[in-house]
Nanobody, 121 residues
Framework: QVQLVESGGGLVQSGGSLRLSCAAS?????????WAWYRQAPGKQRELVAD???????YYVDNVKGRFTISRDNDKNTVYLEMSSLKPEDTAVYHC??????????????WGQGTLVTVSS
């Protein structure tokens, strides 16, 4: 069974940095197409933060451009989100998402359990 395991959240002061990781823990993965990071702040809907395609092309929402960097390690089936110049409004639970094919021919859209990022002012 494929699972996404996230790590790297925590408490940081405004202007600080954090690095989130998300690893797909299964040997049955044939290919991960798109990785994405979403976040959900208290009382708000979940929103896309960034994604990265299989060829490494990144996309960022406007309010994180220049501050966040998404990257992927295909050998490790892992995605990262480097966050810098963090602001209190970045406080949220961050979830990774993977769109992937398994060796058995299944196409899955999986979510991580979420990791809390808190930015203090």
């Amino acid at each position: 069974q494929v699972q996404l395991v996230e790590s790297g959240g925590g408490l940081v002061q405004s202007g600080g940095s954090l690095r989130l990781s998300c690893a797909a823990s299964s040997g049955s993965i044939r290919r991960i197409n798109t990785w994405a990071w979403y976040r959900q702040a208290p009382g708000k809907q979940r929103e896309l933060v960034a994604d990265i395609t299989s060829d490494g092309s990144p996309y960022y929402v406007d309010n994180v451009k220049g501050r966040f960097t998404i990257s992927r390690d295909n050998d490790k089936n892992t995605v990262y989100l480097e966050m810098s110049s963090l602001k209190p409004e970045d406080t949220a639970v961050y979830h990774c998402k993977a769109d992937l094919w398994t060796f058995t021919g299944r196409y899955l859209e999986l979510w991580g359990q979420g990791t809390l990022v808190t930015v203090s002012s």
